[in-house]
């Protein structure tokens, strides 16, 4: 239920927080951010920024407790890193540890929340809480509030689980009193609450992790099979669904994805998109199929640190040569015989990715790729591989290549580049595992094929892939050079942003990172008794609207 954190991160979260929590704002399916339900955004001044949220008089937790500064500012607390008295915290397998009483360690970082230092501004009534930045920030509007996060967890829940404090207000307060003090022993059992206690996998006894402040409820909660929903008859906010209840069914068969939509089990679905689902789903009557570009893009994804074949520690510490085995395989990879294979049967009009940052159509798309060097990797160089290695001399470490062995379009892709890197003398070690994402950043592989998929348009959103340290970057990538454009973007004018984002992605060219290689297809499809879906290319894809939708 919290989606702030690095393991609730997941898009399969953000749907169900989504449809249970109210926002400030959120994206339509023109990625233009509409005003959400809980309150308004102000930004009340330039130097320094000021930002103030105003939360509504109806915004309340399905318990009858106001959603108010406290809930907000623990939010801010949990991801600012402000607080964390260590860097990490976490166990070999990527798990966070349980703090001991001397550790504070909130298990997420957004680098907007890291630039608010000081202890916000709150009204009497704690219905405003305003922000002071500590430098400019290009993304203030989105920070805070956005989309399926909404408010973050609620502050009285924590208070209650991880301080004893049975009444919701003296709760808020707890809290508000531990983050203004920083009082170390308090933080830590609250971000070992805000880390983990709102984890669940099936239905739980306790009722205080259901609490929410958007008109669905959880009722029903299968593991490994589905969840309920059902409208709130305490909900009392603005937000007017038209359906009553809503499962979501768990399936990681695309075909199976199908045959339920044709046997009536399900309305509606995203499959992962292949040619013979697309065929299937057309083939269906009474049955809509939309097509479109979706939120997420394929990418290969190197390992640094690892002493794997792309890590300087094999060359005795030469990044030099580590980079010109890295530069080698990105010559292998078959990034346009990959999109007409697997791509283009959905997509006459695919083409490769080639940004790190941009959808491809969208408006700072072809200045950047013009000048971002990845030119470079547009053909296939067996030749210009051999070369390199031959310059690297000695014997290459085996590649071992993690991806989702039970996803037929990664099956599919892993062969194709399995076959060309060997032309060059790679040897190529499957390590293919349908749990791949609990292994991301744990140095058992040297390169993870898996997309990555945007939550908003933010050009803060890189930080987090690619500076030294983040939470999403995997690979153990890091280059001063790189962390000072994020610091630059990070306070950007729009008229200054498209060239930081050129000089970014030379970087990560220059450094040979990984490359794009497609923007995903995404097929919406749906019964025709369901009324008003359509999709929006950042999460939560076709859920945004779902007030909106109507059955017959």
Do not use: C
């Amino acid at each position: 239920m919290n989606t702030l954190t690095a393991n609730g991160n997941a898009v399969s979260n953000a749907i169900l927080t989504y449809m249970m929590n109210d926002n400030f704002g959120y994206y339509d399916d023109s990625l233009e951010v509409q005003d959400g339900a809980l309150g308004t955004i102000e930004k009340v001044s330039d130097d320094p920024l000021k930002v103030k949220y105003t939360f509504n008089d109806t915004a309340k937790w399905s318990d009858g407790t106001p959603v108010d500064a406290a809930d907000l500012a623990l939010t801010w607390a949990g991801t600012s890193a402000n607080f964390n008295t260590v860097e990490s915290n976490n166990n070999d397998d990527g798990t966070v540890k349980e703090n001991d009483e001397s550790t504070v360690y909130f298990d997420s970082a957004t680098a907007g929340a890291g630039l608010v230092k000081d202890f916000p501004e709150i009204s009497e009534d704690g219905k405003e809480i305003t922000f002071t930045y500590s430098k400019p920030f290009a993304d203030w509007a989105i920070q805070f509030g956005t989309g399926a996060d909404g408010v973050g967890v609620p502050a009285h829940i924590v208070a209650k689980k991880a301080l004893g404090e049975e009444d919701a207000a003296a709760g808020k307060q707890a809290i508000l009193d531990a983050i203004e003090k920083k009082d170390t022993a308090a933080l830590s059992k609250i971000s070992n609450f805000w880390n983990t206690g709102f984890d669940f996998t099936s239905m739980p006894e306790d009722e205080d992790l259901l609490v929410h402040n958007g008109p669905y409820k959880i009722t029903d909660f299968q593991e490994g099979q589905y969840i309920t929903v059902q409208l709130d008859e305490n909900y009392s906010g603005p937000v007017e669904p038209k359906v009553n209840t809503i499962t979501v069914r768990y399936n990681g068969d695309p075909m199976a994805m199908v045959q339920a939509v044709e046997n009536g089990e399900v309305d509606m679905t995203q499959p992962q998109a292949t040619a013979d689902v697309l065929d299937a789903a057309e083939g269906i009557d009474g049955v809509t199929v939309d097509a479109a570009d979706g939120a997420t893009y394929e990418h290969v994804d190197f390992t640094f640190n690892n002493n794997g074949p792309f890590d300087p520690q094999s060359y005795g510490g030469d990044e030099e040569k580590a980079k010109q085995v890295r530069e080698a395989f990105l010559k292998t990879v078959p990034r346009a015989d990959i999109v007409d294979k697997i791509i283009k049967p959905l997509n006459p009009e695919a083409v490769t990715r080639d940004s790190f940052s941009q959808v491809p159509g969208s408006p700072m798309y072809d200045g950047i790729v013009a000048e971002n060097g990845m030119d470079a990797y547009n053909a296939v160089d067996i030749e210009g591989a051999k070369q390199l290695l031959e310059q690297v001399g000695g014997e290459i470490k085996p590649v071992r290549v993690m991806y989702d062995n039970t996803n037929a379009r990664r099956q599919q892709e892993f062969q194709l580049i399995k076959e060309s890197a060997e032309q060059a003398g790679f040897t190529i070690e499957d390590v293919g595992d349908v749990n791949w994402g609990t292994r991301l950043g744990d140095g058992s592989y040297d390169l993870a094929l898996f997309g990555w998929q945007s939550t908003g348009t933010g050009v803060t959103e890189n930080d987090a892939n690619f500076r030294t340290g983040a939470q999403n970057n995997y690979g153990g990538y890091s280059n001063d050079n790189m962390n000072e454009i994020l610091d630059k973007l990070l306070v950007s004018k729009e008229d200054e942003q498209q060239q930081l984002l050129i000089d970014m992605e030379k970087q990560l060219t220059e450094d040979a990172f990984g490359a794009p290689i497609f923007q995903f297809p995404e097929l919406t499809i749906y019964n025709d008794k369901v009324k008003n879906v359509s999709s929006t290319s950042v999460s939560p894809t076709m859920f945004w609207n779902y007030w909106e939708w109507e059955t017959n």
